[in-house]
């Protein structure tokens, strides 16, 4: 594969890279690149996963040395799923299941779990070292990336080492290339100015979209002035801790059909419509793509498109009806997601694993 077209397909779908240029000298190179996603397993899956996943696949494909890093620790601190690492454990392994399902052989990427660095004494070194370079301030607006506010801190203090040890994980790691959602931008940007510091290699910021919860609107959380929008994008983000507005992949396919039948979709708009930022970064995360909008010969009858400008295009223009897109995309999702579900649900295991994680979230 030539460097363009390795280009084309980490670049697509991104919101941005940091920076461009050290990303086209590192994939021109000889040498073996390094790659690592960091996340925390903190419940069940949801389709605002996909969008990272497919670049973690992009990245694999073009012959970055992927690792998966389940951030089990960093998720305690973060007291998710009630500070059960047992559980959060058990959340690792359905995120690892999906990727598999996807299509990422594999034996092309490696799991190494917090767990493993937390034991190193050279990992606590680097913390330790980086905390005495950083502000607290500094550290303090970095706590966004946990979904956290800085006055938070106040109350527990573990939380203030969270950006340290997502920091020290990069480079602990030895990679070339930081992979996370936009929300991660500020420990990215904190890695790369203190790689500096300490004469490190600085590490290659890719960042995904953030897919936003059903009904939640990017518009309204813009009028806000004290928040970046890094922080706004987080704000209105899918999560599964309201699975009423988001899509589980353990959801049913009559279930995924009733969430997209109520989620917000205005008219001619396509940059604040949760419906149509799925279609973009999901259905057609790879194009060209036979995407079928059913519609009875009194409406225009069925159309297909192959790519997401071609739709864009007819839903600005007023020639696609909210609700055909509806109907058209939860069918796409559900051909998407069912393979998926399927594969979890053959490990009897994972799947009673997953039910237990739903019910603590719930209780």
Not at 270 to 278: S, T
Request: hydrophobic content about 45%; some cysteine; charged content about 35%.
């Amino acid at each position: 594969m030539d460097l363009e077209k390795k280009l084309e397909i980490v670049k697509r779908n991104t919101v941005e890279i940091v920076t461009e240029n050290e990303l086209i000298e590192a994939l021109s190179t000889d040498r073996k690149i390094k790659g690592y996603i960091g996340f925390e397993p903190s419940g069940i899956a949801h389709i605002g996963h996909l969008l990272w996943m497919f670049k973690f696949k992009d990245l694999v494909n073009v012959g970055v040395e992927m690792i998966l890093f389940p951030a089990t620790w960093h998720a305690w601190i973060n007291d998710k799923l009630g500070g059960d690492l047992e559980l959060i454990r058990a959340s690792a392994q359905h995120f690892i299941k999906m990727l598999e399902a996807i299509g990422v052989d594999r034996t092309r990427f490696r799991v190494v779990y917090s767990d493993e660095l937390v034991e190193k004494r050279e990992y606590w070194e680097k913390v330790l070292r980086l905390a005495k370079r950083v502000s607290l301030s500094r550290v303090k607006r970095a706590l966004t990336i946990m979904g956290r506010r800085a006055d938070e801190a106040e109350l527990d203090f573990a939380k203030l080492i969270y950006p340290f040890m997502q920091v020290a994980d990069i480079f602990e790691l030895g990679v070339d290339i930081a992979l996370g959602g936009i929300d991660q931008r500020k420990a990215h940007m904190l890695a790369r100015d203190v790689a500096e510091k300490f004469g490190w290699r600085k590490p290659i910021a890719i960042h995904t979209p953030l897919l936003p919860s059903l009904r939640s609107s990017m518009k309204m959380a813009m009028t806000r002035s004290d928040v970046e929008i890094d922080d706004i994008a987080m704000e209105v983000k899918m999560s599964k801790s309201k699975p009423e507005d988001a899509i589980l992949i353990t959801d049913s396919d009559e279930e995924i059909r009733k969430k997209i039948k109520q989620a917000l979709c205005p008219p001619r708009d396509v940059l604040d419509n949760p419906v149509m930022l799925i279609a973009k970064y999901i259905i057609f995360a790879e194009e060209p793509k036979r995407f079928v909008i059913e519609r009875e010969a009194k409406y225009g009858g069925t159309i297909e498109v192959y790519t997401y400008r071609e739709l864009e295009e007819l839903y600005v223009n007023g020639k696609l009806h909210p609700l055909d897109l509806k109907n058209a995309v939860a069918e796409e999702l559900i051909k998407i997601i069912k393979p998926i579900r399927d594969t979890i649900q053959k490990d009897v295991t994972l799947w009673k694993n997953l039910l237990d994680i739903e019910k603590s979230i719930t209780r």
